[in-house]
């Protein structure tokens, strides 16, 4: 999809997948499986070459000390989903300069 829209002059910009380890918004969402996937994934937006640009929001809300979860400061609570604060480091680390 990435190459066709390329084709038609659309800018594609990948987003990396946010940690969840410590989830609590669906009961055994997190596993070392679905991490090993996440982490695949996220090396693919960041490194595949498909992509015009990437958002790294794994980089942005990842705790470096335990990088399955996001930093607690982040985390609205539940290991899933951004604080406010959260958010907005994920709309921090959208290079604004792709939208050229």
């Not at 959260?86 to 939208?99: M, T």
Request: proline share 4%; with cysteine; charged share 25%.
């Amino acid at each position: 999809m990435a190459l066709r829209a390329q084709s038609a002059g659309v800018k594609i910009i990948g987003a990396t997948l946010t940690p969840f380890g410590n989830e609590t918004f669906m009961a055994n969402a997190w596993n070392p499986t679905r991490e090993k996937h996440r982490v695949a994934v996220n090396d693919w937006i960041r490194n595949g070459g498909a992509f015009d640009g990437v958002a790294d929001f794994d980089r942005a809300v990842r705790d470096p000390e335990r990088p399955t979860q996001m930093l607690a400061i982040d985390d609205c609570g539940d290991g899933l989903h951004q604080s406010d604060l959260g958010y907005c480091k994920l709309g921090d680390a959208i290079d604004l300069a792709l939208f050229d």
